[in-house]
């Protein structure tokens, strides 16, 4: 680590490693308790089938992930985001309140950005080398 540029780069990602989990953590213990004021605001196509506890933890995941690239991606027509515009058109992201969408951007913004950092951090670690 001779390069004063590497060690503030590992410095950076790791800062934004640890600040991407804690969002993500705090985000997801407020789903935790949220959970049925969220699915009564977006009400996901899934939940005529079944209640979100009777789901499998990937697709209750993958549901707020619906509702997070909605919420995030309103107009995206491609990919993931274009799917869940599709299954939520019914959703109106203007209408829905800061205090259900913060947790899911928090949840999925954290989760996202950290892999990033992530890898950042892990490549800086191996230039370093």
């Excluded at 789901?55 to 997070?68: E, K, S």
């Excluded at 019914?90 to 950290?114: A, E, N, Q, R």
Aim: hydrophobic share 50%; charged share 15%; glycine share 6%.
């Amino acid at each position: 680590m001779n390069s004063p540029v590497i060690a503030y780069v590992l410095q950076l990602s790791f800062s934004t490693l640890v600040a991407c989990f804690v969002a993500a953590t705090v985000s997801a213990i407020f789903i935790y308790f949220n959970t049925r004021k969220i699915n009564q605001a977006m009400k996901h196509p899934y939940l005529e089938h079944r209640t979100f506890e009777q789901y499998p933890m990937a697709i209750r995941l993958g549901i707020l992930l619906d509702y997070f690239l909605r919420v995030t991606f309103p107009t995206s027509k491609l990919w993931l985001a274009g799917h869940a515009n599709r299954m939520l058109k019914h959703v109106d992201p203007k209408k829905i309140s800061l205090g259900l969408k913060w947790p899911l951007v928090g949840l999925w913004g954290g989760c996202f950005l950290g892999m990033i950092a992530m890898i950042a951090m892990w490549t800086t670690l191996l230039v370093s080398r």
